[in-house]
């Protein structure tokens, strides 16, 4: 499990590397000030960190489960 953790976030930060790379052809650095090109990609690293926070708790809350059932299924015997 801990292993898809890995991939799923490598596979994101890749996702975001290549999303990086459009926005940068398409909306070129602005002068000062924020510019929309930085809305963008903070908002495309928010949403990153959300989903893998999403997919890390998801897994946290699989293993404690299978650890509980484990646990209840030892002493059950």
Known sequence: MLKELEDGASSSLDAVRKFFVTVDEALPPG???RSRREDIT???L?????LLHT??????RMIDSAGKSMNNSGKAK
């Open 31 to 33: 002068g000062e000030g």
């Open 42 to 44: 903070d908002s495309a």
């Open 46 to 50: 928010e949403m990153t960190q959300l």
């Open 55 to 60: 997919q890390a708790d998801f897994l946290r």
